[in-house]
T-cell receptor, first 115, second 113 residues
Framework: KAGVTQTPRYLIKTRGQQVTLSCSPI?????VSWYQQTPGQGLQFLFE???????NKGNFPGRFSGRQFSNSRSEMNVSTLELGDSALYLC??????????????FGQGTRLTVV | AQSVTQLGSHVSVSEGALVLLRCNYS??????LFWYVQYPNQGLQLLLK??????LVKGINGFEAEFKKSETSFHLTKPSAHMSDAAEYFC???????????FGTGTSLTVIP
């Protein structure tokens, strides 16, 4: 069974640009969550999608958005990039909406560098 | 709100020595607790988790953790460190009705030959 796939693995963008990251969950998993990992802030929750609906959103500005498609693949978009958006963006999938003791499977992440 | 504290951002042990990584949490309700490991340029891999039942949880690669409610702790241990254990370790908590993880800041483990 294939794991969580994130593309691309690495990205370099210029301030002010926008970027779209993609995540394909494990087959049969319908929930996708996104996390931002930085040395200063650690791992922070961005949002979760289940059945094409955003269930929860973390404390990030509106420049960060996402969506989920009918095949459960998810994309996140960051507009008007800032230097502080440089981070490793991790995607996690679960079979059902993430709750309690559900095990989440993480992708390898997309390393975004904003210059 | 949930919070997780990992004492010691960097821990060094000799190969073959005991590994002890500390994690304390704050939660107003019974939590679900996790340890994840991250190797360089990789995602997170689940080591073990506590949901209910036995408070001593065994995970992969010889790691185990004990849930101590009275101390609000979930420390990770391994009797004998191996070079391949060098990585970043994250403790995380989730609630029954929650839909996200709250992660600690991580502990970088170095294994000295």
């Amino acid at each position: 069974k294939a794991g969580v796939t994130q593309t691309p693995r690495y990205l370099i963008k210029t301030r002010g640009q926008q970027v779209t990251l993609s995540c394909s969950p494990i087959s049969g998993h319908r929930s996708v969550s996104w996390y931002q990992q930085t040395p200063g802030q650690g791992l922070q929750f961005l949002f979760e999608y289940f059945s094409e609906t955003q269930r929860n959103k973390g404390n990030f500005p509106g420049r960060f958005s996402g969506r989920q498609f009918s095949n459960s693949r998810s994309e996140m978009n960051v507009s008007t990039l800032e230097l502080g958006d440089s981070a490793l963006y991790l995607c996690a999938s679960t079979e059902t909406p993430h709750s309690g003791g559900a095990e989440a499977f993480f992708g390898q992440g997309t390393r975004l560098t904003v210059v | 709100a949930q919070s997780v504290t990992q004492l010691g951002s960097h821990v060094s042990v000799s190969e073959g020595a005991l590994v002890l990584l500390r994690c304390n949490y704050s939660s107003s309700v019974p939590p679900y607790l996790f340890w994840y490991v991250q190797y360089p340029n990789q995602g997170l891999q689940l080591l073990l988790k506590y949901t209910t039942g036995a408070t001593l949880v065994k995970g992969i690669n010889g790691f185990e953790a004990e849930f101590k409610k009275s101390e609000t702790s979930f420390h990770l241990t391994k009797p004998s460190a191996h070079m391949s254990d060098a990585a970043e370790y994250f403790c995380a908590v989730s609630e029954e009705a929650g839909n996200q993880f709250y992660f600690g800041t991580g502990t970088s483990l170095t294994v000295i030959p």
